[in-house]
């Protein structure tokens, strides 16, 4: 059980390293783009598509660190102090994540798009 244990913990720490690199890497991809297009090719990008284009990144880390903490929690005692430490980390990047959300898409995800409005 041991091994085991310790295997899982390998994985948990393989997912949160994956969550950071995304984060990286779709961070410098995107900022990189907008330099390009701005310095490089002398065309203007929205700010706007920068700010949203990095926020799916940060948003798609943010769900892989999600995961992360929910397979180490798994793999260790289940306490309820461990318990309560996995509930408010997934609490408080849910929160980061639903902000961010409703920052890209200028509303809440239960509101309709002006396409879906205009469908109807």
């Known amino acids: 059980m041991d091994n085991f244990r310790h295997y899982v913990e390998f994985i948990a720490r393989?997912?949160?390293?994956?969550?950071?690199?995304?984060?990286?890497?779709?961070?410098?991809?995107?900022?990189f783009q907008y330099i390009w297009f701005f310095i490089?090719?002398?065309?203007?990008?929205?700010?706007?598509?920068?700010?949203?284009?990095?926020?799916?990144?940060?948003?798609?880390?943010?769900?892989?660190?999600?995961?992360?903490?929910i397979v180490a929690t798994v793999s260790t005692k289940p306490t309820m102090e461990n318990v309560m430490v996995l509930a408010a980390i997934v609490l408080i990047r849910t929160f980061?994540?639903?902000?961010?959300?409703?920052?890209?898409?200028?509303?809440?995800?239960?509101?309709?798009?002006?396409?879906e409005k205009e469908r109807r």
């Open 96 to 115: 980061l994540s639903f902000s961010l959300e409703i920052e890209m898409d200028r509303k809440f995800p239960w509101q309709a798009s002006k396409e």
């Open 14 to 31: 393989l997912i949160e390293a994956l969550g950071i690199v995304i984060i990286f890497i779709g961070s410098f991809f995107f900022i």
């Open 40 to 69: 490089i090719r002398n065309q203007l990008r929205p700010f706007i598509k920068l700010r949203r284009d990095l926020g799916k990144a940060i948003l798609l880390g943010l769900e892989v660190l999600v995961a992360a903490d």
